[in-house]
């Protein structure tokens, strides 16, 4: 079983940064990939950024690439997602999640992949 527990939402500005984090419970937070997802109302849930249990690997959704960077730090059960160039597009309710298996693109776009997920936090960029 893995909790996880996400922070660092807030209201910024168009163009500006914002670091969420994602902290987990359990002693086996590498064996997890970890994925964040996003939600905006009226809209479905979107892939944003996922990075496999070691870190070595990253996959991103094209809205965010080369704006956000997903990290983790297995030493803290943790994982961020830096949020740089913020669109007001990028407004939205952002959850994290959790999910063992492969670490494959087509995996790890897809919510049902994933077996865990935290509460979210509210990301809102102003325009």
């Known amino acids: 079983q893995v909790q996880l527990v996400e922070s660092g939402g807030g209201l910024v500005q168009a163009g500006g940064s914002l670091r969420l984090s994602c902290a987990a419970s359990?002693?086996?937070?590498?064996?997890?990939?970890m994925g964040w997802f996003r939600q905006a109302p009226g809209k479905e849930r979107e892939f944003v950024a996922a990075?496999?249990?070691?870190?070595?690997?990253?996959y991103y959704a094209d809205s965010v690439k080369g704006r956000f960077t997903i990290s983790r730090d297995n030493a803290k059960n943790t994982v961020y997602l830096q949020m740089n160039s913020l669109k007001p597009e990028d407004t939205a309710v952002y959850c994290c999640?959790?999910?063992?298996?492969?670490?494959?693109?087509?995996?790890?776009?897809?919510?049902?992949?994933?077996?865990?997920w935290g509460q979210g936090t509210q990301v809102t960029v102003s325009s």
């Open positions: 999640a959790a999910r063992t298996g492969l670490f494959y693109s087509g995996y790890n776009s897809n919510h049902n992949r994933y077996d865990y």
């Open positions: 359990g002693r086996t937070f590498s064996s997890y990939a």
């Open positions: 990075i496999s249990g070691s870190g070595a690997n990253t």
